[in-house]
Nanobody
Framework: QVHLAESGGGSVQPGGSLRLSCTAS????????MGWFRQAPGKAREEVAA????????YYADSALGRFTISQDYAKNTVFLQMNSLKPEDTAMYYC????????????????????WGQGTQVTVSS
Protein backbone atom coordinates (compact mmCIF):
# COMPACT_ATOMS: atom_id res chain seq x y z
CA GLN A 1 0.00 0.00 0.00
CA VAL A 2 1.32 3.41 -1.00
CA HIS A 3 1.54 6.08 1.67
CA LEU A 4 2.49 9.74 1.31
CA ALA A 5 3.89 11.59 4.30
CA GLU A 6 3.93 15.39 4.14
CA SER A 7 5.46 18.10 6.26
CA GLY A 8 6.57 21.72 6.11
CA GLY A 9 3.41 23.81 6.09
CA GLY A 10 2.95 26.78 8.34
CA SER A 11 2.24 30.49 8.62
CA VAL A 12 4.60 33.11 7.22
CA GLN A 13 4.60 36.78 6.32
CA PRO A 14 4.53 37.94 2.71
CA GLY A 15 7.97 37.53 1.18
CA GLY A 16 8.80 34.64 3.46
CA SER A 17 9.74 31.08 2.58
CA LEU A 18 8.60 27.56 3.34
CA ARG A 19 9.89 24.17 2.32
CA LEU A 20 7.41 21.33 1.90
CA SER A 21 8.47 17.70 1.95
CA CYS A 22 6.68 14.57 0.80
CA THR A 23 7.91 11.00 1.02
CA ALA A 24 6.21 8.18 -0.88
CA SER A 25 6.49 4.66 0.44
CA UNK A 26 5.24 1.44 -1.12
CA UNK A 27 6.38 1.96 -4.71
CA UNK A 28 8.66 -0.64 -6.27
CA UNK A 29 9.50 1.36 -9.39
CA UNK A 30 10.99 4.77 -10.16
CA UNK A 31 8.48 5.47 -12.94
CA UNK A 32 6.70 7.77 -10.55
CA UNK A 33 5.22 11.21 -10.91
CA MET A 34 5.09 13.27 -7.73
CA GLY A 35 4.03 16.80 -7.15
CA TRP A 36 1.94 19.35 -5.36
CA PHE A 37 -1.58 20.67 -5.72
CA ARG A 38 -3.21 23.42 -3.75
CA GLN A 39 -6.75 24.41 -3.02
CA ALA A 40 -7.95 27.60 -1.41
CA PRO A 41 -11.47 28.03 -0.01
CA GLY A 42 -13.93 28.72 -2.80
CA LYS A 43 -11.42 27.96 -5.52
CA ALA A 44 -10.70 24.95 -7.70
CA ARG A 45 -7.80 22.65 -7.01
CA GLU A 46 -4.77 23.60 -9.08
CA GLU A 47 -1.50 21.90 -9.86
CA VAL A 48 1.51 23.79 -8.55
CA ALA A 49 4.50 21.70 -9.57
CA ALA A 50 5.41 18.16 -10.52
CA UNK A 51 8.50 16.07 -11.06
CA UNK A 52 9.11 12.82 -12.92
CA UNK A 53 11.39 10.90 -10.61
CA UNK A 54 13.01 8.73 -13.27
CA UNK A 55 14.34 11.65 -15.33
CA UNK A 56 14.06 14.60 -12.97
CA UNK A 57 11.98 16.65 -15.37
CA UNK A 58 9.81 19.33 -13.77
CA TYR A 59 6.63 21.27 -14.37
CA TYR A 60 5.60 24.56 -12.81
CA ALA A 61 2.36 26.45 -12.91
CA ASP A 62 2.72 30.03 -14.11
CA SER A 63 1.91 31.23 -10.62
CA ALA A 64 4.84 29.27 -9.19
CA LEU A 65 7.43 29.75 -11.90
CA GLY A 66 10.43 31.73 -10.68
CA ARG A 67 9.44 31.53 -7.02
CA PHE A 68 8.98 27.83 -6.31
CA THR A 69 11.41 25.00 -6.93
CA ILE A 70 10.56 21.31 -6.89
CA SER A 71 13.36 18.84 -6.31
CA GLN A 72 13.85 15.27 -5.19
CA ASP A 73 15.85 12.83 -3.17
CA TYR A 74 15.72 10.04 -5.73
CA ALA A 75 16.81 7.25 -3.40
CA LYS A 76 14.18 8.08 -0.79
CA ASN A 77 11.23 8.77 -3.12
CA THR A 78 11.04 12.18 -1.51
CA VAL A 79 10.15 15.45 -3.17
CA PHE A 80 10.55 18.98 -1.88
CA LEU A 81 8.84 22.20 -2.76
CA GLN A 82 10.92 25.24 -1.87
CA MET A 83 8.60 28.22 -1.84
CA ASN A 84 10.19 31.66 -1.81
CA SER A 85 8.75 35.16 -2.08
CA LEU A 86 5.43 33.91 -0.80
CA LYS A 87 2.34 35.99 -1.46
CA PRO A 88 -1.04 36.07 0.28
CA GLU A 89 -2.57 34.45 -2.79
CA ASP A 90 -0.38 31.40 -2.14
CA THR A 91 -2.48 30.69 0.94
CA ALA A 92 -4.08 27.27 0.49
CA MET A 93 -4.09 23.69 1.58
CA TYR A 94 -1.23 22.00 -0.23
CA TYR A 95 -1.54 18.34 -1.16
CA CYS A 96 1.20 15.98 -2.21
CA UNK A 97 0.16 13.60 -4.97
CA UNK A 98 1.79 10.68 -6.73
CA UNK A 99 1.14 7.99 -9.30
CA UNK A 100 2.70 5.65 -11.82
CA UNK A 101 3.12 7.29 -15.20
CA UNK A 102 5.42 8.14 -18.07
CA UNK A 103 7.45 11.31 -17.82
CA UNK A 104 5.54 12.88 -20.71
CA UNK A 105 2.23 12.34 -18.98
CA UNK A 106 3.63 13.50 -15.65
CA UNK A 107 4.81 16.81 -17.06
CA UNK A 108 1.55 17.34 -18.92
CA UNK A 109 -1.00 16.53 -16.24
CA UNK A 110 -0.29 15.07 -12.83
CA UNK A 111 -4.00 15.28 -12.06
CA UNK A 112 -4.80 12.53 -14.56
CA UNK A 113 -2.10 10.24 -13.17
CA UNK A 114 -2.32 10.78 -9.43
CA UNK A 115 -3.74 7.82 -7.55
CA UNK A 116 -2.25 8.53 -4.13
CA TRP A 117 -2.66 11.65 -2.06
CA GLY A 118 -1.28 13.05 1.14
CA GLN A 119 -3.41 14.45 3.91
CA GLY A 120 -2.59 18.04 3.07
CA THR A 121 -0.57 20.71 4.83
CA GLN A 122 -1.80 24.26 5.35
CA VAL A 123 0.19 27.19 4.04
CA THR A 124 -0.90 30.61 5.24
CA VAL A 125 0.72 33.84 4.06
CA SER A 126 -0.47 36.96 5.83
CA SER A 127 0.72 40.05 7.66
Amino acid sequence: QVHLAESGGGSVQPGGSLRLSCTASGYSTKNICMGWFRQAPGKAREEVAAIALDIGGTYYADSALGRFTISQDYAKNTVFLQMNSLKPEDTAMYYCAAGLTTWRSCLSSLSSDATDWGQGTQVTVSS
